[in-house]
T-cell receptor
Framework: GAVVSQHPSWVICKSGTSVKIECRSL??????MFWYRQFPKQSLMLMAT?????????EQGVEKDKFLINHASLTLSTLTVTSAHPEDSSFYIC?????????????FGPGTRLTVL | GEDVEQSLFLSVREGDSSVINCTYT??????LYWYKQEPGAGLQLLTY?????DMKQDQRLTVLLNKKDKHLSLRIADTQTGDSAIYFC????????????FGQGTTLQVKP
């Protein structure tokens, strides 16, 4: 149980284009999902908290107009990197907390490797 | 502020025990977690411990919590080459937002 999927697993795009990454909780409902970015050999950097039915909460320094988050259902959150540039190349990981959970346990997706040329 | 610290690297021989250490600053954290990340993959939840517990054991994994010293450890018994990965400890944020505060991660290298 508690499986989270991400799609795509990797994507290569040209500079200036937009890329959408999907995060799905497969066997549970998640009111809250999280989006992280990870640079090589570094820890996770929380970008934003995605809340079903409301606006995402962005961490300081993360541009909300560049990283659009939509959490339209209890099993799906999307992250759209708009007008991507090479510096946006990174490993993006989402996580989800079951709505029924008594803890803050987050279950992670497998990640999406974004390369912007 | 909230901060979680880990040593960056640990090397052990196959069959030995591994002990990965973590210190945290916020004593009001309710839960503390250990995650494992293999290359190119997401994070896999290994185990978690409630802050009013001292120890939790799950097969080869033993978690020890010293709340007074704000010290958390993960012991892996009979370490195997498949245990080679990055291990992250995390504490639940006291702000009740559901966020987790992660350490930098400890790279465990298991030599045959």
């Amino acid at each position: 149980g508690a499986v989270v999927s991400q799609h795509p697993s990797w994507v290569i795009c040209k500079s200036g284009t937009s890329v959408k990454i999907e995060c799905r909780s497969l066997d549970f409902q998640a009111t809250t999902m999280f989006w992280y970015r990870q640079f090589p050999k570094q820890s996770l950097m929380l970008m934003a908290t995605s809340n079903e039915g409301s606006k995402a909460t962005y961490e300081q320094g993360v541009e909300k107009d560049k990283f659009l988050i939509n959490h339209a259902s209890l099993t799906l959150s999307t992250l759209t990197v708009t007008s991507a540039h090479p510096e946006d190349s990174s490993f993006y990981i989402c996580s989800a907390t079951p709505s029924s959970a008594a803890t803050d346990t987050q279950y992670f997706g497998p990640g999406t490797r974004l390369t912007v040329l | 502020g909230e901060d979680v610290e880990q040593s960056l690297f640990l090397s052990v021989r196959e069959g030995d025990s591994s002990v990965i250490n973590c210190t945290y600053t916020d004593s009001s954290s309710t839960y503390l977690y250990w995650y494992k990340q293999e290359p190119g993959a997401g994070l896999q939840l290994l185990t978690y411990i409630f802050s009013n517990m001292d120890m939790k054991q799950d097969q080869r994994l033993t978690v020890l919590l010293n709340k007074k010293d704000k010290h958390l450890s993960l012991r892996i018994a009979d370490t195997q080459t498949g245990d080679s990965a990055i291990y992250f400890c995390a504490e639940s944020s006291p702000s009740n937002t559901g966020k987790l505060i992660f350490g930098q991660g400890t790279t465990l290298q298991v030599k045959p």
